[in-house]
Nanobody, 118 residues
């Protein structure tokens, strides 16, 4: 298990871009998969992107073609590049590690706030 710290959120206009970072306290090489979730006010937390140890990526339909998840193992960091942002993308974004099929570690950090204005 490693500690995760999200950063990079902020306020941006619709159509703009942000790059989120997830810094891990230790190696992520052996972790099955890393992912980004988000939670908007009054809504359930949802998985938006993931990347496996082998490099396979997955995206929610709502962000496909706009978001890109990547990993830098040397820096123990996972990124989420978000382009063409929409107001519906407004949420707190969380990084987490997968521990099974569609199962994630039962710890959630502070997250980073993304607000998209229109």
């Amino acid at each position: 298990q490693v500690q995760l710290a999200e950063s990079g959120g902020g306020l941006v206009q619709a159509g703009g871009s942000l790059r989120l970072s997830c810094a891990a306290s230790g190696s992520i090489l052996s972790i099955d998969a890393m992912g980004w979730h988000r939670q908007a006010p009054g809504k359930e937390r949802e998985l938006v992107a993931s990347i496996t140890s082998g490099g396979r990526t997955m995206y929610a339909d709502s962000v496909k073609g706009r978001f890109t998840i990547s990993r830098d193992n040397a820096k123990n960091t996972v990124y989420l590049q978000m382009n063409s942002l929409k107001p519906d993308d407004t949420a707190v974004y969380y990084c987490n590690e997968r521990v099974g099929s569609n199962r994630w570690r039962n710890y959630w950090g502070q997250g980073t706030q993304v607000t998209v204005s229109s």
